[in-house]
């Protein structure tokens, strides 16, 4: 199984970011995904989770009503849409696949001015 994850890099407060995560090796649909992220010295914190046919999306708070998680299972990807971006958003963006967890390379988000 292998996760890779892109469209990461530096943006300005309030701008956006697109991630996208490639799925290989696994039967997609079958597949709950998640983003993560992680900043140096904390743990790993959840982000966003969508059930394997898409129906189902589920946001942590600190991200709900700014962030959108989608899914193509034609494609094997998922996708992160990042609207009005806050500096506290910068951290490794991390894919996830369950059950069990693969984990993707991670990609860095930066919101700086």
């Known amino acids: 199984v292998q996760l890779v994850e892109s469209g990461g890099g530096l943006v300005q407060p309030g701008g956006s970011l697109r991630l996208s995560c490639t799925a290989s090796?696994?039967?997609?649909?079958?597949?709950?995904m998640s983003w993560y992220r992680q900043v140096p010295g904390n743990e790993r914190e959840w982000v966003a989770r969508?059930?394997?046919?898409?129906?189902?999306?589920y946001y942590a708070d600190s991200v709900k009503g700014r962030f959108t998680i989608s899914r193509d299972n034609t494609k094997n990807m998922v996708y992160l849409q990042m609207n009005s971006l806050k500096p506290e958003d910068t951290a490794v963006y991390y894919c996830?696949?369950?059950?069990?967890?693969?984990w993707g390379q991670g990609t860095q988000v930066t919101v700086s001015s």
């Open positions: 090796g696994l039967t997609f649909s079958r597949y709950t």
């Open positions: 996830n696949a369950a059950p069990p967890n693969y």
């Open positions: 969508i059930s394997g046919a898409g129906g189902r999306t």
